[in-house]
């Protein structure tokens, strides 16, 4: 019988991902500090739990998708936290929170007898729903051997190794990658905007050229050019991220110089925009700093 999985955290991309594991045949028992989020997640077939140490008293294998390293923190280690269920022997955490916070709740884990897998996961939310994320995996390779069939239905799971955090060092620098693709794309596209070149036709030069990337081929297209901002991944999280990254070099010893003015720009669309809103909109405060122009598909070009 397929085994019954624990789920915490439903939002962006907990939902969908949940979802793939009960379209999987998995039985889930599921929790949300947010009940209209658990409702759905019990409308698509999971059984609702009424706290995070339900979920650990029940089952043996708890998965999360958490918002920040201190929430993953709390939820694992805090009063009324996985740590303290009666059932649970492993905790999957699909969330990034960075190595040194994977390896210290590693620990507080491991004095309960619970092992944690770092498994945080790369290709948003569009990702998530069709069960095509990169999924990087750190922990003891029997429960990599055991718990892969259930991630295969989340994504493609990879195996980077046995130590904790191997699996958050290889997302954040997978997500550095990402937030400065994303910055120098959109300079690109302000830049081209205000000498009058045609967005789509940028957008299809580039794709076919040396300049590709995942901003250009997927986010401008889907939410920039259409105006519509809707990507579903937060600024708060790319902003997260990059800080993450930059301070594992610096923890390193390696110079991430380009960092510093990559988090910048994540710096100013937070305080601009606040913690609820997409990443793409980093871009309308790029075009106001470059004097009003916009990125904007002919497509999608206002009425005359
Ligand atoms: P989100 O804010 O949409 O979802 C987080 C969920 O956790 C919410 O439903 C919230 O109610 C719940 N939650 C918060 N605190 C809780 C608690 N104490 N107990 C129970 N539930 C709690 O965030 P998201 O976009 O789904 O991201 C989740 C994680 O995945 C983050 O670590 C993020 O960096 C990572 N991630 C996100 C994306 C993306 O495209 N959105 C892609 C890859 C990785």
Known sequence: MTERLGFIGLGAMGAPMAKRLLGGGYPLLAFDQNPVALQKLVDAGAEAAGSVKEVADNVECVLVSLPTPD?????????????????VKTFIDLSTTGPRMAQSVAEGLAKHGITQMDSPVSGGVGGAEKGTLAVMVAGPEPLWD???????????????????????????????LSAT?????????????????????????????????????????????????????????????????????????????????????????????????????????????????????????PKE
């Not at 055991?146 to 130590?163: D, M, N, Q």
Request: proline letters at 3%.
């Open 71 to 87: 929430v993953v923190k709390a939820v694992a280690l805090g009063a009324g936290g996985v740590c303290e269920g009666s059932r």
């Open 146 to 176: 055991r718990y892969k069939p259930a991630l295969s239905f989340i994504g493609k799971p990879f195996f980077v190794g046995e130590t904790a955090g191997h699996g958050q060092m290889m997302k954040l620098l997978n997500n550095y």
């Open 181 to 301: 693709a994303m910055v120098a794309t959109a300079e690109a596209f302000v830049v081209g905007a205000k000498a009058g070149l045609d967005a789509d036709v940028m957008v299809d030069v580039i794709c076919a050229g040396s300049g590709m990337n995942t901003a250009v081929r997927d986010k401008f297209p889907k939410s920039v050019l259409t105006r519509t901002f809707d990507y579903g991944f937060r600024t708060e999280l790319m902003h997260k991220d990059v800080k993450l990254a930059i301070e594992e070099a610096e923890a390193l010893g390696v110079p991430m110089w380009l960092g510093q003015p990559m988090r910048q720009w994540w710096s100013l669309a937070l305080q601009r925009g606040g913690t609820g809103e997409d990443f793409t909109h980093i871009v309308r405060y790029m075009e106001e700093m470059a004097g009003g122009v916009e990125v904007r598909s002919r497509k999608n070009a």
